[in-house]
């Protein structure tokens, strides 16, 4: 079976601050993708980044960083100059090869203040 | 364009009654999912389909019956709706593993039971 812990149900940063959201995993395979997924307040699900887990290169988009680390089954997100627009909640997922499905940690609410 | 789309957006039912929500995707995506979200925000898969057929069902309550006419489209029926049954429901699609992992997300359907 395959677990996500989010261990922070709440975080709060100032704009253009960086903050890191925390996220470890368990999965008994060898292959399998990480994901962080985001939240507003639409309710809509939006993909920030993800990360095969055979890529030893941390994935970036623009603002969004994570910080794989496989050996500690780790797969934190760094956020840099937040804007007032992150403020959603931040769901961590991890899905196994084939035809798996994602499984969700209980996510992260974070507040971007002015 | 909108890549997955539900429909409705919000159902108010009574206890008891039967209702549907309907899923199209016009990624060409082979593979096609239910997720429950609950009043927590915790997020659960219910059903996977590949190609029309079912290859996931994670004790789902047989109330639920996912209909997949086409791979662009798969419903959900629910039966004899139940307070507990109150949540935002998401379809979600996916290409076949060999070409891609990533899960594109509706808009929701968030459902209230009276």
């Known amino acids: 079976a395959q677990t996500v812990t989010q261990s922070q149900p709440e975080m709060s940063v100032q704009e253009a601050e960086t903050v890191t959201l925390s996220c470890t995993y368990d999965?008994?395979?060898?292959?399998?993708?990480l994901f962080w997924y985001k939240q507003p307040p639409s309710r809509q699900m939006i993909l920030v980044i993800r990360q095969e887990a055979y890529k030893q290169q941390n994935a970036t988009e623009n603002r969004f960083s994570v910080n794989f680390q496989k050996a500690a089954k780790s797969f934190s997100l760094k956020i840099s100059d937040s804007q007032l627009g992150d403020t959603a909640m931040y769901f961590c997922?991890?899905?196994?090869?084939?035809?798996?499905?994602?499984?969700f940690g209980k996510g992260t609410m974070l507040l971007v203040s002015p | 364009d909108t890549a997955v789309s539900q429909t409705p957006k919000y159902l108010v039912t009574q206890m008891g009654n039967d209702k549907s929500i309907k899923c199209e995707q016009n990624?060409?995506?082979?593979?096609m999912y239910w997720y429950k979200q609950d009043s927590k925000k915790f997020l659960k898969i219910m059903f996977s389909?590949?190609?029309?057929?079912?290859?996931i069902n994670e004790t789902v309550p047989n109330r639920f019956s996912p209909k997949s006419p086409d791979k662009a489209h798969l419903n959900l029926h629910i039966n004899s709706l139940e307070l507990g049954d109150s949540a935002v429901y998401f379809c979600?699609?996916?290409?076949?593993?060999?070409?891609?992992?990533?899960?594109?997300f509706g808009p929701g359907t968030r459902l209230l039971v009276l």
């Open positions: 990624l060409g995506h082979d593979t």
């Open positions: 997922a991890l899905r196994g090869s084939g035809y798996s499905t994602l499984t």
């Open positions: 389909y590949n190609n029309k057929e079912l290859i």
């Open positions: 999965t008994s395979e060898n292959n399998y993708y």
């Open positions: 979600a699609s996916s290409p076949e593993p060999r070409l891609g992992e990533t899960q594109y």
